[in-house]
Nanobody
Framework: VQLQASGGGSVQAGGSVRLSCAAS????????TAWFRQAPGKEREFVAS??????????HYVDSVKGRFTISRDNAKNTVYLQMNSLKFEDTAVYYC???????????????????WGQGTQVTVSS
């Protein structure tokens, strides 16, 4: 599976950005896909995930982005999106998309839960 992330850039606080993660080699509709982010000097952290279609495409978010970020999937385009609204300075990071065929009932929020990673895309929010 190859993942291509895009859509990052610079934006002022309060603005919006949409990230895209296009996949090849496997249907994302059959996989759990997530976005993680990594700020300078910090560990990579979970942001949002969307389960496979067979699991009702259930979504999950880290508390700090709930109500501001939305993860979604376009099965026809085999692409997962992360719509980020009301951006804050602390959202500045490199954002990574990742996916896996693994499925389990618990929250999939660890980097070790995922097998395939795309290259990161930088999001910079100026205050």
């Amino acid at each position: 599976v190859q993942l291509q992330a895009s859509g990052g850039g610079s934006v002022q606080a309060g603005g919006s950005v949409r990230l895209s993660c296009a996949a090849s080699g496997r249907a994302l509709s059959r996989m759990t896909t997530a976005w993680f982010r990594q700020a300078p000097g910090k560990e990579r952290e979970f942001v949002a995930s969307i389960r496979r279609s067979a699991s009702s495409s259930t979504t999950h978010y880290v508390d700090s982005v709930k109500g501001r970020f939305t993860i979604s999937r376009d099965n026809a385009k085999n692409t997962v999106y992360l719509q980020m609204n009301s951006l804050k300075f602390e959202d500045t990071a490199v954002y990574y998309c990742t996916t896996t065929e693994r499925h389990f009932l618990g929250l999939m929020i660890r980097t070790d839960d995922y097998a395939y990673w795309g290259q990161g895309t930088q999001v910079t929010v100026s205050s």
